[in-house]
């Protein structure tokens, strides 16, 4: 069956959330009078199992103690920060308003392990939110990748096969939600946090940029939407 449907990763994929995320990290710190600050590269490999993990991850980056009830505190803090600075230094990743008008006649989604609330806002911002048919986070299909769980959701909602989809991620969340899903192919970008192609081996095909992905796709997999020059 020929593709119809791209389903994106967010954060790390279409876009570099990397500062923002950091800041508001450092000031939920600060908050509880921690002197420990991260820098964006510890926080890199911290980021895409939703925030509850995130600030769990940073908790121990920061030996921070206190249990549980801090930890839930300073997530409070961190979403409290980060509603308001959702977009001071996220910016969108080279190629990629490109390519998502290059594939205007495909359905396109998004799975991501943030927030949807904050996804959308995100997306608004910086003007993608119309290029994607649905945006779907762990509480919209009731679980997050790795799970096939939001894939299914996803296909049921835009009437596709699993044969019909493809998947790309930065992560091995991705690649191993897409597969767990048994679509028909996944595309993992080198860019993203902290990956590197090694991690991401369980993928079909490896990108190092987002202006890649079409004649990735153009040069091996049958799609609904032919083209001549799979670069333009």
Do not use: W
């Amino acid at each position: 069956m020929p593709v119809k449907l791209l389903i994106f990763d967010l954060d790390g994929t279409l876009i570099d959330t990397l500062a923002d995320i950091t800041n508001s990290i450092n000031y939920a710190f600060g908050r509880h009078g921690l002197k420990k600050t991260l820098t964006e590269r510890q926080v890199r490999g911290m980021v895409g199992e939703g925030i509850a993990r995130l600030m769990e991850k940073a908790a121990a980056a920061g030996k921070v103690g206190g249990g549980k009830k801090l930890t839930e505190e300073l997530t409070g803090d961190f979403l409290a920060h980060y509603r308001r600075h959702l977009l001071d230094n996220t910016r969108v990743y080279p190629g990629v308003t490109e390519t998502l008008r290059k594939l205007a006649g495909f359905k396109k989604a998004i799975i991501t392990n943030k927030r949807v609330s904050l996804s959308k806002k995100i997306l608004k911002g910086l003007d993608l939110a119309g290029q994607f048919d649905l945006v779907v986070g762990p509480e919209t299909a009731g679980a997050g990748k790795p799970s096939p769980e939001p894939v299914f959701y996803v296909l049921r909602k835009l009437k596709a096969a699993p044969g019909e989809a493809v998947m790309i991620g930065d992560s091995r969340l991705d690649i191993e939600s897409g597969r767990n899903a048994g679509i028909k192919c996944t595309v993992a970008v080198t860019y993203g946090y902290g990956n590197n192609r090694g991690s991401l081996k369980g993928a079909d095909y490896v990108i190092d940029s987002m202006e890649d992905l079409l004649a990735t796709l153009y040069r091996n997999e049958p799609m609904l939407d032919r083209r001549a020059d799979p670069r333009i």
